[in-house]
T-cell receptor, first 116, second 113 residues
Framework: SQTIHQWPATLVQPVGSPLSLECTVE??????LYWYRQAAGRGLQLLFY??????ISSEVPQNLSASRPQDRQFILSSKKLLLSDSGFYLC???????????????FGEGSRLTVL | GNSVTQMEGPVTLSEEAFLTINCTYT??????LFWYVQYPGEGLQLLLK?????DKGSNKGFEATYRKETTSFHLEKGSVQVSDSAVYFC????????????FGRGTSLIVHP
């Protein structure tokens, strides 16, 4: 069966420090991958999505970046964190097309980032 | 473009009350519709889905029917429990089109004993 792992679960970082959140998917190949942020208002904001290795699309301009060095690995990074980067970050994957699960997103457990 | 509109929360109910969370959508094609649930401190998980008009999705006592004529996908449960307290997201995804699903803003449900 497919699983998604996301870490770290919680982190507290000072303003200006770097960030790296990692997400890996197991049990499937060539998934679509997504990074979302959920601020205190609980709505979901799509940050990045990827349809293949090295292919990253950005939905919101900001000081964050994403990379997909391997088929099932998706990394969210920042060189210098801002206070406004605080939030709950969610990684998700979906199948590309076909099958009973087409269209469904499978989410990780989330990473709570607090920037002080 | 596509959009999903959910009723504003929080929705506060007593245990065993009837639940309805409204969801309407705008789409250019023939989307699949989803309800996701997010328990406190966790990621989202799929609650139910429907892929074509008049389909009814159901799971854990929750139901929603894909109504093309009213572009709606309202979530219902006949008798809520305290453990149903969570945030509920309605979402759509176009078939064969964009890789990006469209989510509503979420509706918080609080169930009191």
């Amino acid at each position: 069966s497919q699983t998604i792992h996301q870490w770290p679960a919680t982190l507290v970082q000072p303003v200006g420090s770097p960030l790296s959140l990692e997400c890996t998917v197991e049990g499937t190949s060539n998934p679509n991958l997504y990074w979302y942020r959920q601020a205190a208002g609980r709505g979901l904001q799509l940050l990045f999505y990827s349809v293949g290795i090295g292919q990253i699309s950005s939905e919101v301009p900001q000081n964050l970046s994403a990379s997909r060095p391997q088929d099932r690995q998706f990394i969210l990074s920042s060189k210098k964190l801002l206070l406004s980067d605080s939030g709950f970050y969610l990684c998700a994957w979906s199948v590309v097309a076909g099958g009973p699960n087409t269209g469904e997103l499978f989410f990780g457990e989330g990473s709570r980032l607090t920037v002080l | 473009g596509n959009s999903v509109t959910q009723m504003e929360g929080p929705v506060t109910l007593s245990e065993e009350a009837f639940l309805t969370i409204n969801c309407t959508y705008t789409a250019t094609g023939y989307p699949s519709l989803f309800w996701y649930v997010q328990y406190p401190g966790e990621g989202l998980q799929l609650l139910l889905k429907a892929t074509k008009a008049d389909d009814k999705g159901s799971n854990k006592g929750f139901e929603a029917t894909y109504r093309k004529e009213t572009t709606s996908f309202h979530l219902e449960k006949g008798s809520v429990q305290v453990s149903d307290s969570a945030v509920y997201f309605c979402a759509l995804r176009e078939s064969g089109g964009s890789y990006i699903p469209t989510f509503g803003r979420g509706t918080s449900l609080i169930v009191h004993p």
